[in-house]
């Protein structure tokens, strides 16, 4: 019988790549184990087996083609004495698995909503606009500020020779030598110590967490040491240090390897804490923080490095730190987000606009300092607020967002402010318990349905 | 201002070979089988610190058994050794394959360093516990866990024993002396130690072993280990497999260009070797003369289980880009199954087409298994963990507000 060859999934986040290159052509026999294909993802170029045993019956994707989905039929394998002829046309690829159910809706029809998308005030009209990864933002953004200050330096683990477990730091060995580019021993304890040393003595480094999940042993160097030294030191002696690296949960990476600090972090004063959405903001806000003399802690997210943005072409673009962006305007609901939480926030934003829900999105773009005067005057307008974000629920940048708008809004406030977040429980591996572990596009359009008592 | 001094510059330790280059191990120096002398188990740690700079091996070129680190096990516990290498190949092999498959997310595979596992497993009993890093599944193998419990786990279906919670090959069994759990590096280290200080401090027989990477030897917790094994004369065995590469990064970077892992052991006064972690026979003597030493209360042993990781780290790396292609091959210990094969079908006891009998049928086997653990489920097809599952487990008894988010999922 004969069976299809799915494009793998290489790695949990691959989403799609390249067949790179068929090793087989139609009418060769393969067996279990033997390499087939050549496939490029994001972060590597990977040899493809076969699991199967049998005959290439037909090729279905030529090699060069760019952005093939995971589980698309690629090939078709068949037995002896089939004919690829007969095949029938190649089913479509696995269905993805059920969706949550949806919320109970309005019951009468709703009159779509036009949906305005502010320009970004950073950005002056009329700027030529280049279609950029958040991975190569961030690049560009701290091979920019590495060509203007000899000072600046990276560090980590795999950041030289491998150009960076998530490749963020592609090409900067070759431009920058290892005297700025430094592979390290494995010990963040050690190389964040190292590197708050290295700040204190006139450089400025940034250091790459491999995730900031093993930036938990570092955390007494992060906090106690570049937070607290200027404070400490009586204003003598400065820590101008970047921690940066994958935050939060990516895919089927567990309990220990998804954790989103945003919360942890933001807590901290003498740290300034951003958490980008876009490709603009990772690259505007990395230059910021390198060029900044404080401690800044930047998370990013490793589902969000292969997705591009509009990115100004200038010669300089920075974005500066506690001023929040609108991403779209609305009136009826307040959806205050940041990171990846910001898929959720449009994404049902968008839904909500063809139900005549009109949600005004903010982008907090960082945590500490924290612009809470546009979401205080976003509040003012809609008076309705739901926060969305990936961490847990108790003790949330959610929470403290509602406190600031019970002390500073109350009497604007409509209805509760509802704070969607992942649920409270260590991230479990298994896909169909993640997807349930995480908020989802659902809950939030539950939610502004609540607090917009549709 | 002028100074006296050149200006200093920063030290970047460089491997012997990158991609293109042609590997050369010329300057690795292996002593020949036998050299080592095997000292009593109670033999004072300053006496052996020579055993540091060696290399414990028993097999020669010709397949022999040579020494006095011979050891004494017969044809069929040598039989058995290589079938658990000869399954774990296949099965990493199988679970390679099902990755590409996009059947799991994720896999690491022990290519090379089937013989560091297999033959420790041996050397321990039932109690002992292991705290393992990702790479020793041997230990499993070799003391019989079920080949189907691990690919649900790999598969995280809903025979899974994690229940959904832990990722693919981080097994965890109580009952086999397997701990895992955690796959933060170096953790298991200091915790070995502190597992078998609480066995001492029980009045108990059991000992444990620790695990660690040349990598993971720069973090605290190898140090920390060694602090406290030392200092209490902990009944542990700390090992280290040194596979010459942590992904990218040569093992010169977390030791310098000087020592060897196994001597760091000496400022803590604890027993330190090598062993030729290819070599099944010598693993397999020197696991049990530091399992013995530890479990008559002698102490801590530190080893250095020197190896070479012929796979990828893991399915996520791609090892072209950083190290040559041919360096696998040219890696001067060889491959633990050919030198187990080879030493077997030496003395007599092992024949060409019984090893290729051997293959088919461990094959079969690993197939069969893998057939049955696929009509369960595979990741994201199949039969998948219960939600319910999600919710269990965050404490021992579930608090009011996970009833609730657990009824509010359905479940």
């Known amino acids: 019988m004969a069976t299809e060859i799915l494009m793998p999934a290489l790695s949990p986040t691959m989403e799609e790549g390249t067949l790179a290159k068929w090793l087989v052509k139609e009418g060769d026999t393969v067996t279990s184990g033997d390499v087939i294909a050549e496939i490029e993802t994001d972060k590597a170029t990977m040899e493809f087996e076969a699991v199967d045993e049998g005959i290439m019956g037909k090729i279905l994707v030529a090699e060069g083609t760019e952005a093939v989905k995971v589980n698309t039929a690629i090939a078709v394998l068949i037995e002896e004495g089939e004919s690829a002829d007969d095949l029938a046309a190649p089913a479509p690829a696995a269905a993805p698995a059920a969706e949550a159910p949806a919320p109970a809706t309005a019951s009468a029809p709703a009159t779509p909503v036009e949906t305005v998308v502010p320009e970004d005030p950073e950005i002056p009209e009329g700027t030529e606009m280049r279609k950029t990864t958040v991975r190569e933002a961030l690049r560009d953004a701290m091979a920019e500020e590495m060509r203007s200050d000899d000072s600046v330096f990276l560090m980590g683990e795999e950041v030289a020779e491998y150009q960076g477990a998530y490749k963020v730091s592609q090409g900067l060995l070759d431009e920058f030598g290892a005297r700025r580019v430094i592979d390290t021993p494995i010990t963040e304890h050690g190389f964040a110590g190292l590197a708050a040393g290295a700040a204190m003595g006139g450089l400025r480094p940034v250091v790459e967490f491999m995730t900031f999940n093993f930036a938990m042993q570092a955390i007494d160097h992060i906090i106690n040491t570049a937070a607290k030294t200027r404070y400490m030191s009586g204003g003598q002696m400065t820590c101008p240090i970047v921690f940066r690296g994958p935050n939060g949960a990516a895919a089927r990476v567990g309990a220990q390897h998804s954790q989103d600090y945003a919360a942890w972090y933001a807590q901290i004063p003498g740290l300034h804490v951003a958490m980008p959405y876009s490709a603009a903001d990772a690259k505007g806000l990395m230059k910021t923080a390198i060029r900044g003399d404080n401690p800044v802690v930047f998370l990013e997210n490793e589902l969000l490095y292969g997705q591009s943005f509009d990115v100004p072409v200038m010669d300089d673009f920075t974005v500066p730190f506690g001023k929040a962006r609108i991403w779209r305007e609305g009136s009826d609901v307040t959806i205050v987000s940041f990171g990846i939480g910001m898929t959720y926030a449009l994404e049902a934003a968008d839904k909500l606009a063809e139900d005549g829900i009109s949600a005004e999105v903010i982008d907090l773009r960082t945590l500490r300092p924290l612009d809470t005067d546009t979401v205080i005057r976003s509040v003012m307008k809609t008076n309705r607020c739901v926060t969305v974000e990936e961490g847990w629920p108790v003790a949330s940048i959610g929470n403290h967002i509602s406190a600031v708008l019970m002390e500073q809004a109350f009497d604007y406030l409509d209805a509760p402010v509802l704070n969607m977040t992942g649920k409270d429980v260590p991230m479990p591996y298994a896909a169909n318990l993640e997807k349930l572990a995480l908020i989802t596009t659902e809950e939030v359009i539950a939610a502004v349905k609540a607090v917009t008592y549709r | ?411």
């Open chain 2, 1 to 411: 201002m002028t100074s006296a001094y050149e200006p200093l510059s920063l030290n970047v330790p460089e491997p012997g070979c990158r991609p293109g280059d042609t590997p050369d191990f010329s300057d690795f120096e292996i002593p020949r089988a036998g050299d080592v002398k095997r000292p009593p188990v109670d033999v004072d740690p300053d006496a052996i610190r020579d055993m540091a700079f060696s290399i414990v091996r028993v097999l020669n070129k010709e397949g022999e058994a040579v020494g006095d680190w011979a050891g004494d096990m017969s044809a069929a516990e040598l039989r058995e050794g290589l079938r658990h290498m000869m399954v774990l190949r296949t099965f990493d092999a199988r679970m390679l394959t099902a990755q590409r498959q996009g059947k799991t997310s994720f896999y690491m595979q022990h290519l090379g360093e089937e013989a560091v596992s297999c033959a420790f497993a041996r050397a321990l009993q039932p109690g002992d516990m292991n705290f393992p890093t990702y790479r020793q599944a041997g230990l499993l193998v070799a003391s019989g866990y079920p080949m189907l419990t691990m690919m649900n786990q790999i598969y995280s279906n809903a025979e899974d024993p994690l229940h959904g919670r832990q990722l693919p090959i981080l097994y965890s069994s109580k009952e086999h002396g397997f701990f895992s759990v955690s796959g933060n590096l170096g953790t298991q280290f200091v915790q070995s130690v502190g597992w078998a200080m609480a066995s001492a401090i029980s009045g108990d027989t059991k000992i444990a072993t620790g695990w660690i990477g040349d990598g993971s030897t720069a973090e605290n917790d190898f140090h920390a280990a060694m602090v406290f094994a030392s200092t209490y004369k902990a009944p542990v065995v700390l090992n280290i497999v040194n596979n010459q590469w942590a992904i990218s990064t040569f093992q010169g970077i977390a030791r310098g260009g000087v020592g060897t892992f196994a001597a760091r052991g000496h400022g803590f006064g604890i027993a330190s070797l090598r062993v030729d972690g290819n070599d099944y026979l010598a693993v397999h003597a020197v696991a049990k003369w530091a399992a013995e030493r530890a479990r008559r209360g002698c102490g801590p042993t530190l080893i250095e289980h020197v190896t070479y990781r012929a796979g990828g780290h893991s399915t996520s790396d791609d090892p072209s880009v950083y190290r040559s292609r041919r360096e696998a091959a040219a890696w001067p210990l060889g491959d633990p199954l050919e030198r187990l094969k080879t030493h077997l079908i030496t003395i007599g006891e092992w024949s060409e087409e019984r090893h290729a009998q051997a293959e088919a049928e461990i094959l079969a086997e690993v197939t069969a298994v893998q057939k049955q653990a696929e009509a369960v489920g595979t990741l994201g097809d199949g039969k998948a963990p219960s939600p319910r599952d999600m919710f269990e487990g965050v404490y021992e008894t579930m608090p009011p507000h996970l009833v609730r988010q657990r009824q509010e999922a359905g479940y």
